[in-house]
């Protein structure tokens, strides 16, 4: 975080001073009292403290230099002068939580404020972003509490099996890389848990997802599940079932923070954990997703089917569009997420603000219309800023 003044980090300084006392009255038959020593007076600084100063110096010198020269420049390519107003920047590497590997040909996320207006971009290989994201918006899910479409490397998909997958079988996704193309999406629902989104890829044709379906289900077992310690084979085992024309893989996986409950299931008693996640990959066509959440797989199965509406429906541009939320379902999630954290019985009292401070919030956020986040324009052929184009869905 870096700040153009101290006093946006520290707020007003004020002086200090502790109200004074008068001497006490010596006692009759006394002749004095002892006076209490003189309460120290903190000044308001007129200037930085050695650590304040020390910290500042350190920014200092993140941004001095010529605007090409300075690291935060360099690191964000803002190769002009400081903007006016306020300027954010948001390393991609930090918002992915640990999957940047998958989006190299986006860097980050910025902010500006003229003092009129706010623009946004990202910070992107124009190349990453000039496939067309329709056929992403066109087979996920529609109502989505928010909705990531991003461009995505497919060869990374090795090295993160072979970190994942350590001291187990070890598999050879050369083949599954080079099948899959274009962009995945990602997306989060209110009938779900913030734990268990929705992924979604595509292979380039139903014929190379046919082929490869064999390595997707090694990788689905290896990949997912458990040790079950009251399991007699020690894991649940994975089951393959046709649903219309797709194949979908699942497999039971015991957790406490799952989405089912232990109670509600005919496997009770060989489940290690009072919850479970039924964890289940569909293949529908040349379409492959993914989730913790068994209905959200089958979702997608049933956009396939034209028997469940796309999360396409109502966009004006698909092929250029990035992020979609719907603020009512993004509060609704949010709001019960919140309260399963926070049960009255055993945290009353963050319980208790959270009912009081965070659920007027979230219910002012759920009366938002919707919002798009696309690209305007056909992006540059190189790594640069690339604008957005904010808009709000009509009710």
């Given at each position: 975080m870096v700040l153009s003044d101290a006093g946006l980090l520290f707020g007003a300084r004020q002086a200090v001073e502790r109200p004074k006392q008068e001497a006490p009255k010596p006692a009759e038959g006394e002749e004095?009292?002892?006076?209490?020593?003189?309460?120290?007076?903190i000044e308001a600084p007129d200037a930085l403290?050695?650590?304040d100063r020390n910290r500042a110096s350190k920014i200092a010198d993140l941004l001095g230099g010529k605007p090409g020269d300075n690291f935060l420049a360099k690191r964000f390519k803002r190769d002009d002068t400081a903007a006016p107003g306020h300027r954010i920047s948001l390393a991609a590497n930090f918002l992915s939580f640990g999957y940047q590997a998958f989006f190299p040909g986006v860097e980050a996320l910025g902010f500006e404020f003229d003092g009129q207006a706010w623009r946004s971009a990202v910070l992107a290989d124009g190349k990453a972003l000039s496939a067309s994201f329709a056929p992403i918006w066109q087979a996920l899910p529609g109502q989505p509490a928010a909705c990531f479409a991003l461009p995505t490397d497919w060869k990374a998909l090795q090295h993160l099996a072979d970190t994942a997958m350590t001291g187990g079988a070890q598999l050879d996704l050369t083949p599954l890389a080079a099948g899959l193309d274009g962009p995945a999406g990602v997306c989060w629902y209110a009938k779900s848990k913030l734990a268990t989104p929705l992924f979604l890829a595509r292979f380039k044709n139903a014929e190379t997802a046919k082929q490869l379906s064999p390595?997707?289900?090694k990788l689905f077992e290896a990949a997912v599940g458990a040790y079950e310690y009251n399991h007699e084979a020690g894991a649940f085992p994975v089951e393959t079932r046709k649903v219309h024309s797709a194949t979908v893989l699942h497999r039971v996986v015991s957790s406490p923070f799952g989405t089912e409950k232990a109670s509600a299931s005919k496997q009770a008693d060989a489940l290690s954990a009072a919850r479970y996640f039924p964890v289940s990959l569909a293949l529908a066509g040349n379409v492959v997703a993914f989730s913790p959440d068994a209905k959200l797989a089958e979702d997608v199965v049933a956009v396939s089917a034209k028997r469940y509406p796309a999360a396409s429906?109502?966009?004006p541009d698909a092929a250029r569009t990035l992020l979609r939320l719907t603020p009512a379902k993004l509060a609704q999630l949010l709001q019960?997420?919140?309260?399963?954290?926070?049960?009255k019985d055993e945290e009353p009292i963050f319980s208790g603000v959270a009912q009081a401070q965070l659920l007027p919030r979230l219910e002012a956020l759920g009366k938002y219309p919707g919002v798009i986040a696309a690209l305007p324009a056909a992006p540059a052929g190189e790594m640069r800023w690339q604008p957005l184009a904010w808009r709000y869905e009509a009710k």
């Open positions: 004095f009292a002892y006076a209490p020593a003189e309460p120290p007076r403290s050695a650590m390595v997707l289900a429906d109502g966009l019960a997420e919140a309260l399963a954290v926070l049960p």
